[in-house]
């Protein structure tokens, strides 16, 4: 009678404690690209037949971003990274509104620069409500996915779980995001608000697909300068 092979349990998922000032550099680059995205957003931009926002060329830094920090760190310091960033935009919402309520000049160029930052600044507010819950919950999905599937491969296909996790968490952001903020971009009818969520979603995930060999490199790089990289391990 033979008994039944047992294997070896895997091995729990290894990051790097927050130690160095890696983590504090794309921390800051991360809130950086999220604000700037989120003023560009207010203008609505057509690229032929594409319906999009001014802060489309942005944003995907900050989910290759998450990316790099999910797997170096673990999902219990990119869920902090995530609140910081979105609280960090909600901070910046405030300050425009200030800057906004402060009473100017009232001659003739102090009016047309209280009506250009109210043009450009205004919606911005409803923008960053879009863009907090379409952060948070995008963000905490695509790390979340990330960090299962590292548990369960260790250092292998890498490149898989960046690509698998990107589709949901880009999925999730961009549909949240354009329902929330489309009328204040201009969107008004049903035909634009699926071409920009389709438009949205499918540029988003090419553009992260695109940079995965970089996106690897760049984890490679942390990875090897980070000291205490592999004597952290985590539950996924």
Do not use: H
């Not at 504090?24 to 690209?33: H, K």
Request: charged content about 10%; proline content about 5%.
């Amino acid at each position: 009678m033979t008994s039944a092979k047992t294997f070896p349990a895997a091995a729990p998922p290894r990051f790097a404690s927050v130690g160095s000032p890696y983590f504090g550099i794309m921390l800051a680059i991360m809130a950086v690209v999220l604000i700037l995205s989120n003023i560009g957003a207010s203008k609505g931009v057509v690229l032929g037949p594409i319906v999009t926002d001014g802060g489309f060329f942005l944003f995907p830094l900050a989910y290759i971003l998450g990316d790099v920090i999910s797997e170096v760190y673990g999902f219990k310091v990119a869920r902090k990274a995530i609140i910081t960033t979105f609280a960090l935009s909600v901070f910046a919402s405030v300050c425009y509104w200030i800057i906004i309520a402060l009473p100017g000049f009232d001659d003739e160029f102090g009016a047309s620069k209280q009506a250009a930052l109210e043009g450009a600044l205004g919606p911005v507010p409803q923008i960053v409500l879009a863009s907090m819950l379409a952060f948070l919950a995008g963000q905490t999905i695509n790390s979340w996915i990330l960090v299962r599937m590292k548990a369960r491969t260790g250092e292998k296909s890498l490149w898989a779980r960046i690509m698998s996790s990107s589709v949901a968490g880009e999925f999730v952001d961009t549909l949240i995001f354009c329902s929330i903020a489309a009328s204040v971009i201009g969107i008004t009818d049903f035909g634009m608000f699926v071409n920009y969520v389709v438009a949205g979603f499918l540029y988003k995930t090419l553009v992260e697909f695109l940079l995965v060999p970089v996106t690897t490199l760049v984890i490679g790089w942390v990875k090897k300068r980070e000291p205490s990289y592999g004597a952290v391990t985590q539950a996924a």
